[in-house]
């Protein structure tokens, strides 16, 4: 038996989270620009509004007395990052003209790399696909990345709020000027506890959305302004950092086992090992979210890769220090959004899918794409003009269409979805548009939401290793090595139907990485209906429910991972 977990979406209304201002004026914190998110998009943005502030003294007065504000949602800028990373520093070299590498926030340059194909015992060495060549690229932690740019963007006279969740629109007459936070400390039940904050009104005369993969008000500006009319559809990575008593030279991707090729299971994705030093390395699988088996669990494949005799190798006698999980846009060019801008306001990085998958970059398209929208909010509230006025940031989508972001992506935009015709017929398709440079296939191939793919009750997790400590390791111990903070009486931040088909509770119990879901129990007389029971506290706000048939809403400022290496 088979079934959507489209078909059990929750209850949900945008509307919850567009409001007009509430506080009285004289309350309110005003801002010049407001970039909501503190990653590498949004402080790229925030320092290229600070550079251009530094040309523009009497603007920058006239903006007030925080002329730039960044809300982040972590405990500190970098808490809530996570990529494998390989790093293209075009953007850093573009937005810091002045610093060498190493001034920069990298950890080594590329100077050697192999692709494999894995089979249960075996890794035969692959030529690398063009769009996976790595040289002049450098390996680096995004979340040391991000507290870099945090303090880059301080010494500009940015203002960072950490701990500070932006949990609705603020929309007056159609036109966004700002956003509202999130209360803080309030029970399970949204009661008033000893610790109780209210929200903020946070007005600006422009709002940059920053917030990353599966951004809750990057969501609700996209069904406000009706800004999105194709589907994205998203991988879920799970990420370790390892102390190895060996140095690794060169940055590894692999293909094949432990993921199925046959076209049933759509099982698209791989495996990425990165040097961090002498010392350390990171290692990590990534895996689409519209498999089909809905006991495969990308947090266990990446216990039964460690096992293969390659990658045991390299961790042998090694110590895990660190875990974390993700999401990350994978539709790339095919599932960009109508427009990202609107009156008041631009979606920046990943919140707008500006990742490459085959060439597993998105980071410096995040920070151009910064850039471009601090270029355009700044033209936008010269004296005389208005983020508000129909068509005033407009010019952002153009910079983006000329970008080379915008070639980039759309040169490689028919090689994701190849691959739900199974390993082989994908492979062979990638491969010609990777040929032609993106003129083949003739017509573009189709994105299908990952919650639109039925799931059924298979048998992936029979082979799943038992956690022994020091290899592979449980759930529970990998959330407490991300360092969670979310409170165990906090509201929760996860909108999921509690009664839904076994089929799709399955496929939520094994697919989260945190083990937030577990089955109740029998719902119906049949057993076909399961009760679905939920431990918010657990969860590390990858985003994957959103994916498949639930819903990431805003937990309280400060609550989730925090990330130091990842």
Request: charged share 20%; aromatic share 6%.
């Amino acid at each position: 038996m088979t079934a959507r977990p489209a078909d059990f979406a929750p209850p949900f209304d945008a509307v919850q989270f567009v409001t007009e201002p509430t506080d009285p004026p004289d309350e309110r914190i005003e801002v010049g620009a407001l970039v909501v998110g503190a990653g590498p998009g949004g402080l790229a943005a925030a320092i290229r509004l600070g550079q251009l502030l530094e040309q523009r003294p009497e603007l920058r007065e006239r903006l007030g007395e925080i002329p730039i504000a960044v809300l982040e949602k972590g405990k500190a800028p970098g808490a809530h990052l996570l990529s494998g990373a390989v790093v293209n520093p075009r953007a850093f070299r573009q937005l810091f003209p002045e610093l060498v590498a190493a001034d920069l926030p990298l950890i080594a340059p590329v100077e050697h790399e192999g692709v494999y194909f894995l089979t249960r015992k075996r890794a035969q060495r692959i030529p690398a696909p063009p769009t996976m060549w790595n040289h002049g690229n450098y390996v680096a932690s995004l979340g040391e990345m991000g507290r870099w740019l945090a303090e880059r963007a301080e010494e500009l006279g940015v203002m960072i709020v950490p701990e500070t969740a932006a949990e609705k629109l603020l929309v007056t007459g159609g036109r966004v000027v700002g956003v509202r936070t999130g209360d803080k400390g309030r029970g399970k039940h949204a009661e008033k506890l000893a610790n109780y904050e209210p929200g903020s009104d946070v007005t600006a005369r422009v709002t940059i959305l920053a917030e990353g993969t599966q951004g809750h008000l990057t969501g609700i500006a996209l069904q406000k302004f009706g800004l999105a009319s194709k589907p994205q559809v998203w991988a879920l990575g799970v990420k370790e950092v390892w102390e190895v008593p060996r140095p690794l030279y060169r940055v590894i991707h692999t293909m094949g086992w432990p993921l199925r090729g046959a076209r049933r299971y759509r099982e698209f994705g791989g495996s990425f090992i990165y040097p961090l030093g002498e010392s350390r390395v990171a290692i990590g699988m990534v895996v689409g979210l519209d498999y089909t088996d809905a006991t495969l669990s990308v947090h266990d494949l990446l216990q039964e890769l460690k096992g293969h005799p390659f990658v045991r190798a390299i961790l042998e006698g090694g110590k895990r220090i660190a875990w974390g999980a993700k999401t990350i846009p994978e539709g790339g060019f095919l599932s960009l959004p109508d427009s990202l801008s609107f009156s008041g306001g631009m979606i920046v990085g990943d919140g707008a899918g500006l990742v490459n998958v085959p060439a597993l970059k998105g980071i410096h398209y995040a920070m151009r794409s910064g850039m471009l929208a601090a270029e355009t909010a700044l033209d936008a509230i010269r004296p005389g003009q208005t983020a508000w006025t129909p068509g005033a940031l407009t010019g952002y989508d153009q910079a983006l269409r000329e970008s080379y972001v915008w070639k980039d992506l759309e040169r490689v935009r028919n090689m994701r979805p190849a691959f739900k015709h199974g390993f082989v017929r994908g492979a062979v398709l990638a491969g010609a548009a990777v040929t032609s440079l993106g003129h083949l296939p003739p017509r573009d191939l189709k994105l299908e939401p990952d919650a639109s793919v039925s799931v059924f009750i298979g048998d992936r997790g029979a082979t799943y290793p038992a956690p022994d400590g020091q290899l592979s390791f449980d759930k529970l111990s990998s959330v407490y090595l991300s360092g969670n903070k979310t409170r165990d009486d906090a509201p929760s931040h996860i909108a999921v139907r509690r009664q839904v088909r076994r089929e799709v509770a399955e496929a939520w119990v094994h697919m989260c990485p945190a083990q937030v879901y577990e089955v109740a129990g029998d719902a119906s007389p049949a057993g076909n209906v399961v009760e679905v029971e939920v431990t918010a506290s657990n969860c590390v706000q990858c985003g994957a429910i959103s994916a498949k048939g639930g819903r990431l809403l805003a937990a309280e400022g400060g609550s989730g991972p925090e990330y130091q290496s990842m």
